[in-house]
């Protein structure tokens, strides 16, 4: 196993991103099928069994340079560099919290745009073996806006492509095996909005689940979307294993346009039909996310509504207390609001937990540290942006709150 490429977060710029840059013509080797590999081979007359060393160089010892492919021949390394990427990020920068039992790595991309990914290892318990989970980006910044998200302050920058997303993967996995363990499982739950650049999640959610590559179990990785009805109807259509995440946030439509505004495209009666055809589909689990916010969306009412839109589905509700973002004015439920609202989702059948939020010190949740090196806006900007989401939460909250408009009466969104 070759050691970890990281450098420390001091080497990094964290505060002011660099300019995006030109792209490096050549595409990142782990993005490659098995059969595009082979091809490629074919076409340079080498023999069959070198696809098998190189996926072994690439996903069993998380080779980041030609030089670690030791198994190939010289001529067949420099042929490999000059067509490829062997490692897509070209510098990461982590940062340790929880003693250790969490670290966040921020990745520059060869055009200098960052990233960010996260891994979080939970001791083994009673019930449960070691798991360390990695929890990945899929584009650079999102444009889905959502106003509690620090990534959703930064705007769409650009969609990753498969070998970007799974070098995330790998970074860690060599990580980890440096002390002897690996990757168990991975979320799709850095930055970006996975369903609005589908191909590539799906190429690279492939090649995680794929046994003659990565080979982690399909039911360990987690896709999570703020809900992109075609997306989700396409990925049932192809009945993979993988499980699959909604963000809800809330089940009246009036603050669900405010929380996620996709929900003005995608409304949520249609984005809970189509995850209900996934869990069809594959018959697995759907989980619903649901950040808890002080005084906007965790009321009892919020519950029950909730509980009234799951009822009778194969669902699952994560109750995500919600970190603090700098530019909204919102406050994390108390602990005590968290279980009020998780009793009465259980009390009406429904299966709830409530996440532990892991790495708050270095802003481990979704796209915090992006936020924290992106050049912060001026006071008067934030206190603008602050003020305009009061006042539309407000909004929200009245029309959600009054009589008869909780939960949309018409069909299902198209
Ligand atoms: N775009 C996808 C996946 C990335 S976000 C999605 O929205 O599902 C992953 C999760 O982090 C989402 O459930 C999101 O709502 C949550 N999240 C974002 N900002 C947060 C914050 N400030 N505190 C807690 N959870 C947050
Ligand atoms: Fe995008 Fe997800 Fe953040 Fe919303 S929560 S802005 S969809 S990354």
Redesign the pocket.
């Known amino acids: 196993m070759t050691p970890s490429s990281a450098v420390t977060a001091g080497d990094l710029p964290l505060v002011t991103p660099p300019a995006a840059s030109a792209r490096d013509p050549r595409p990142g080797l782990s993005g490659l099928s098995t059969g595009q590999l082979a091809a490629w081979l074919e076409d340079r007359g080498e023999a069959g069994y070198r696809a098998r060393q190189i996926a072994d160089a690439l996903w069993r010892h998380g080779a980041s340079d030609p030089a670690q492919m030791r198994t190939l021949p010289g001529s067949l390394r420099s042929q490999l560099s000059a067509s490829f990427r062997i490692n897509t990020l070209a510098e990461t920068a982590v940062r340790p919290a929880d003693a250790g039992l969490t670290e966040k790595a921020l990745h520059r991309l060869d055009d200098g745009r960052l990233i960010e990914s996260v891994l979080m290892r939970y001791p083994a318990r009673r019930e449960s073996r070691e798991r360390a989970t990695v ?1 990945i ?2 584009q650079a910044g ?1 444009a ?1 806006g ?1 106003p ?5 302050e930064l705007g769409f920058e650009r969609d990753l492509d498969a070998a970007e997303i799974v070098d995330q993967v790998r970074f860690w996995s060599r990580r980890l095996a440096d002390d002897g363990n690996r990757v168990t499982n991975v ?10 650049n589908l191909d590539a999640v799906v190429e690279a959610a492939q090649a995680l689940s794929d046994p003659q590559r990565f080979g982690l179990g399909a039911r360990h990785i987690t ?5 992109v009805t075609p997306g989700i109807e396409r990925l049932a259509s192809m009945r993979p294993q993988w499980t699959m ?3 809800l ?1 809330s089940a009246r439509p009036a603050l669900r346009d405010v929380l ?1 505004p996709l929900n003005r495209r995608y409304p949520l009666q249609g984005v809970v039909a189509a995850a209900a055809a996934y869990a069809r589909a594959t018959g697995r689990r759907i989980t619903y ?1 649901h ?1 808890m916010i002080a005084g906007i969306n965790d009321t009892p009412t919020d519950a029950d509504e909730l509980a009234r839109l799951l009822r009778g589905h194969l669902a699952h509700v ?1 109750l ?6 700098a530019h ?1 004015p919102w406050q ?1 439920s108390p602990v005590e609001r968290l279980e009020i609202f998780a009793g009465r989702l259980r009390g009406a059948g429904i299966s709830t937990t409530i996440r532990r ?1 892991r790495g708050i010190e270095i802003g481990a ?4 540290l992006a936020a924290e090196r992106s050049e912060s806006p001026p006071p008067a900007t934030v206190a603008r942006r602050r003020e305009i989401l009061e006042t539309r939460s407000a909004e929200a909250l009245q029309s959600a709150r009054s009589p008869g408009s909780l939960v949309p009466s018409g069909p299902p969104a198209p």
């Open positions: 929890c980006s899929s999102c889905v959502c509690f998200c620090a990534t959703g979320v799709f739950m850095g930055m970006g909005e996975p369903l609005l896709i999570s979307t703020s809900g995440a909604v963000s946030h996620v996310e950040i994560n995500i207390p919600m970190n603090r973002v909204t994390p939020n949740a979704c796209g915090q």
